[in-house]
């Protein structure tokens, strides 16, 4: 059993506890453990839509045995007519579990201080710790665990760089990030990673980062929302994709989150390489959410 009541930040669950899921999660995919989670239902609140969030959560219910809802945006006006508070303390009145992927970090805060059962980040604009638990379990796959593996974020800053930071942190995963100046890592978050004793090594140059790593991770440089900023952003990044002339000197493999911008962040020829470890990382979306929800639930 977990000690949190909820998993809003990959840091919610302590290093011990953080393994403790990898561990379960590895075990459900190799068909080792047939836990069930049999007659419960999770509410899912979609604020943003997805296609990895929503399959993922939705079969991993169905595979242990419970159910899923889904409550998109034309569903559940989150906030509008009516008080998140209010929202929450009746949603966890009928499910077991509550999954709210949304645009603002506070309105999930919120729903996990009025719910009375456990609610799970499936992303917010700042944080993305399900596509960490995920990654995290790719890596411990592809390298037989996190000693002596070196990895690189190259790009944008964002949501999923800052949880992946924090995540490695926990796990002692060796991590180099290269990002344009004036879109790196919030300076609390590099605080959170050195206080876990595995601070990132910062650098301008994207070559710097790659070409001693194991793994080399990258994600849109334009998120959802941010639209008005692609003609900024593009010129910022510039000499940031991921391609084969960035990797000439390094035999990395290379993970993305999805959906990719080809073309942009990364190429097709990476994409489609023997380096992309990137179908599996969509994959274990759906086997990592399945050992958080069995341990959040006390299966």
Same mark, same amino acid.
Request: aromatic share 6%; net charge negative.
């Given at each position: ?5 909820? %998993? ?11 393994? /403790?899921?990898?561990?379960?999660? #590895? ?25 990895? /969030?929503?399959?993922? %959560? ?5 595979? +242990? ?8 945006? $034309?569903?559940?006006? +989150? ?7 209010? /929202?929450?303390?009746? &949603? ?45 379990? /790719?890596?411990?796959? #592809? ?7 070196? #990895? ?11 949880? %992946? ?24 978050v590099l605080e959170q990673a050195a206080d876990l004793g595995h601070?990132?090594?910062?650098? $301008? ?17 334009? !998120? ?25 000197? !390094? ?44 341990? &959040?639930?006390?299966a």
């Amino acid at each position: 059993m977990l000690e949190t009541d909820h %998993f809003l930040d990959i840091d919610d669950l302590t290093t011990d506890e953080l393994q /403790t899921v990898l561990d379960r999660a #590895a075990a459900i995919k190799a068909g080792e453990d047939a836990v069930q989670l049999s007659d419960q239902t999770l509410g899912m609140l979609f604020e943003k839509p997805s296609t990895r /969030t929503r399959i993922s %959560f939705e079969t991993g219910m169905t595979q +242990l045995g419970g159910h899923a809802i889904f409550l998109g945006p $034309d569903d559940i006006q +989150l906030g509008h007519g009516e008080p998140l508070s209010d /929202t929450s303390r009746v &949603l966890s009145r009928y499910v077991d579990a509550v999954m709210a992927r949304l645009f603002d970090h506070e309105d999930l805060l919120e729903i996990a201080e009025y719910s009375d059962v456990p609610v799970v980040n499936g992303l917010t604009d700042d944080a993305h710790p399900c596509q960490t638990l995920a990654d995290l379990l /790719t890596i411990d796959e #592809a390298f037989g665990g996190f000693d002596d593996v070196q #990895a690189a974020w190259v790009g944008d800053g964002n949501n999923v760089g800052q949880s %992946f930071v924090i995540g490695a942190a926990m796990v002692g995963l060796d991590l180099t990030v290269a990002t344009p100046e004036d879109y790196g890592m919030d300076d609390d978050v590099l605080e959170q990673a050195a206080d876990l004793g595995h601070e990132p090594t910062i650098v $301008d140059d994207p070559k710097d980062a790659v070409d001693d790593a194991d793994v080399v991770y990258t994600d849109v440089w334009i !998120s959802m929302g941010q639209e008005d900023q692609r003609h900024e952003k593009l010129a910022a990044f510039d000499g940031y994709q991921v391609n084969e002339r960035l990797l000439a000197d !390094s035999d990395a493999q290379v993970m993305h989150c999805l959906p990719a911008h080809r073309g942009e962040e990364i190429t097709d020829d990476v994409l489609e390489s023997d380096r992309a470890l990137v179908w599996d990382q969509a994959e274990n979306r759906l086997h990592a959410q399945k050992g958080l929800l069995v341990e &959040l639930l006390d299966a």
